[in-house]
């Protein structure tokens, strides 16, 4: 059974900064690009970040460029989202995304295959 476990989250003053983890099983890890998706309250799922299987490649939305940084430990079945100098714009649940191609790693919604639970992040001003 796949597992995607998103911990985390939390709640934090702007100019602050959290890191995501993203707890895989169930799956070959190694194999798999990793995405971080968010959501915020009446919009549409949206595309953070991504990274390759194996962490050469990173992408990130222009939001968050410069800002947040994806990683992952294939040793770990661990991928990651560090998030610095957060922003209230920033507020949404975080969901991490496996995605099985031998394309470039995703970032639209639909490329990903398995999805978390996701994890509540919630910036004050």
């Known amino acids: 059974q796949v597992q995607l476990v998103e911990s985390g989250g939390g709640l934090v003053q702007a100019g602050g900064s959290l890191r995501l983890s993203c707890l895989a099983s169930g799956l070959t890890f190694s194999t798999l690009h990793m995405g971080w998706f968010r959501q915020a309250p009446g919009k549409e799922r949206e595309f953070v970040a991504a990274?390759?299987?194996?962490?050469?490649?990173?992408y990130y939305t222009d939001s968050v460029k410069g800002r947040f940084f994806v990683s992952r430990d294939n040793t770990k079945n661990t991928a990651f989202l560090q998030m610095n100098s957060l922003k209230p714009e920033d507020t949404a649940v975080y969901y991490c995304?496996?995605?099985?191609?031998?394309?470039?790693?995703?970032?639209?919604?639909?490329?990903?295959?398995?999805w978390g639970q996701g994890t509540q992040v919630s910036v004050s001003s």
């Open positions: 995304a496996a995605e099985r191609s031998k394309l470039p790693a995703g970032t639209i919604r639909a490329e990903y295959d398995y």
């Open positions: 990274i390759s299987w194996s962490g050469s490649s990173t």
